[in-house]
């Protein structure tokens, strides 16, 4: 028994935010970042309105009539996000509440593995197909990065970059000779957790990298202190990132997880019709198309439009594909994922 991927949809919110529009709000130019990301636009979601549960319901919807079934076959659903509506509960159960599915005995699990969420998630969802404990798994990606960026021009390298939306697939078991997951990779090397992260608000106290920076420790509380004064007042409840070394590090480890799916599968680079790479970078994926010398026609692209929406942006780029008919039964589907942790993986798929 193999997984297949029997539905996918995708949500990204109306609100279109141009680079222009960037400028407007922080010290940066429309040239700036095309040269060094390639995003020309990407969406917002609606304030007070969407959150990153509804927007990944919205993808679920179209997933869940794609795959044939309703909404009440789901047995389980994994919900990759870093962005979640609060703190805890995770969205899992938000969703499942969101899509009013009232029986409980479901699961609802929260993946926390940023960029590489995605990967993760389909890995999981494959082992409980291929041991029979679930038939229809939900796996969403879903993100609303503007709620937590820093609009000022200290977070300029780190908001240009990002954008909101939701991808959602239905994985069902197959026994298809031709289709299905062949295999899954997963990776992680928390050496440099730090330079790609959101380290606020958190329960560290300050252990990692010392507790004076944060604004510990108050003797007055008996517990911890989980937002500190001095955390809003120095701006330190945005996401950082080291660019260059995140960089460097994905344009060595993309290509890396890549080929070491294919050697397990006993396939060669050329076999792949597909690569759908996590969309963090546009030149992150060019250099890996380089690398894998694989013609335009085989890589999906499309963070030109929406930016690097984390977990959702793999979901959202094989959805895109899916759409405009670029993949056909039988095509080898690579999935690629790169991100904060550091955490890196691959999924091959047989549509
Ligand atoms: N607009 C204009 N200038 C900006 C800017 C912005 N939005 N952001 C940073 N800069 C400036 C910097 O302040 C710096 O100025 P200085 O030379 O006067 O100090 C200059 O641009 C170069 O900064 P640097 O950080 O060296 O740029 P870079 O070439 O590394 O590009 C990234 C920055 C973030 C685009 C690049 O490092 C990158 O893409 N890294 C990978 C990020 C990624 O993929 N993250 C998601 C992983 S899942």
Known sequence: MKTKIAGIGKYLPKRVVTNQELTTYMDTTNEWIIERTGIEERRYAEKHKETPTTMAAAAARIAIERAGITPEDIDFIIFATLSPDYYFPGCGVLLQRELGLTKTEIGALDI???CTGFVYGMSVADQFIKTGMYKNILLVGSEMHSMGLDFSDEGRAVTVIFGDGAGAVVLQPTDKEN???LNTVLHSDGTHAEELAMINPGSHGGYHLGPEKFGYPDPSIPGGVFVTQKMVDDNMLTPNMTG???FKNAVVKFPEVIKEGLAKAGLEKEDIDLLVPHQANLRISQFVQKVMGL?????V?????YGNTTAASIPIALCEAYEDGRIKEGDLVCLAAFGSGFTWGSVLVRW
């Open 112 to 114: 926390r593995n940023q």
């Open 179 to 181: 289709q299905g997951i």
């Open 244 to 246: 260059q070394l995140v």
């Open 295 to 299: 013609p335009d026609e085989k890589v």
């Open 301 to 305: 692209n499309n963070i030109q439009k």
